[in-house]
């Protein structure tokens, strides 16, 4: 099994960049010289097609995707945040905010006594807690991309609701130059087949977001071809997919190599497996639609094309 490269750049440059930005916007508002509620009310349409009204420049936030949350530091509004899933981990200040409950569980009681002005969520809400929370006042915004395009625009849409477009349009520029200088380095590389294991055979199908990462850097998803965006495939499917390239984000290199037949395939044969274990940074970053999207895209990059990055 390689091992996952620990000096991976960390886009230093990006960080200073949205350092600087974060700190230039810390109270708030682009510095455009207008009033901080000069572009309200404005209305946006989310990633299912509602159209949200917001009436005057949010103070106060809830985020319950770890997307958001990283979305809303990053642009320098942190201080905002008053509630965030307990899987919000990322950057290190959100472990200050109060927690209102699980990626899809969230303590709507406890969110309502925050009182809060917006709230991020990812993939859905129910109906019956969202109407809860549109009677409190409190406008609800769901994102759910499906590729880069759709988290930097969620980026931007954020940064248009907080009422920092600057910001939000600066950061979008860097991670835009940096994914192009990518997807530069591995063109014309020679594709090549590729299974994420999402722990028992489960993997990123057609439609996903892992997916359309895959085929940006030009490889082969062989889950592809499975059932919905997160088919569960047999073992008989993937040693016949026969993948050159084998991630892991839950099964340990144990757990894989005292599996019967995955001796066979490729990947195994030629030491082109890798795991990204439960509880490093990266392991968040290669499957979370948020700021680090990038990071994630280079280092798919580095695992499936390493003689790139030597």
Request: with cysteine; hydrophobic share 40%; net charge negative.
């Amino acid at each position: 099994m390689r091992k996952l490269n620990k000096s991976l750049v960390l886009f230093l440059a990006f960080a200073m960049l949205v350092s600087f930005a974060a700190c230039s916007n810390s109270e708030g508002g682009d510095q455009t010289g207008g009033s901080s509620d000069s572009i309200y009310p404005l209305t946006i349409t989310d990633d299912l097609g509602n159209e949200v009204v917001i009436e005057s420049e949010p103070e106060k936030i809830v985020s319950v995707a770890p997307s958001s949350t990283e979305i809303i530091f990053a642009l320098g509004l942190g201080e905002k945040l008053v509630g965030r899933s307990e899987f919000c981990n990322y950057p290190e200040e959100a472990a200050e905010v109060e927690v209102v409950g699980g990626f899809s569980g969230p303590n709507t009681e406890l969110i309502l006594e925050l009182e809060p002005d917006v709230l991020f969520a990812a993939g859905s809400v129910p109906e019956e807690e969202k109407i809860l929370l549109e009677g409190a006042g409190i406008k609800v915004i769901v994102y759910n991309p499906e590729d880069i395009d759709g988290v930097l625009k969620n980026i931007e849409l954020t940064g248009k609701v907080l009422n920092v477009s600057e910001t939000a349009s600066d950061i979008v520029e860097s991670l835009q130059a940096k994914r192009q200088e990518i997807v530069s380095m591995v063109s014309g590389e020679e594709a090549k087949r590729v299974f994420i294991d999402l722990g028992s055979f489960i993997s990123a199908g057609s439609g996903s977001f892992i997916d359309s990462i895959l085929s940006e850097l030009g490889a082969e998803n062989v889950a592809a071809k499975g059932e919905g965006q997160w088919p569960t495939l047999t073992l008989e499917q993937v040693v016949d997919a026969d993948p050159q390239v084998y991630i892991s984000l839950y099964p340990t290199i144990e757990e894989l190599n005292e599996t019967p037949g995955l001796s066979e395939v490729s990947a195994f044969q030629n030491d082109q497996v890798v795991v990204i274990p439960w509880g490093i940074e990266e392991h968040d970053f290669v499957q979370r639609p948020g700021p680090r999207v990038i990071q994630g895209l280079e280092l798919y990059a580095e695992i499936i094309y390493p003689s790139l990055f030597e």
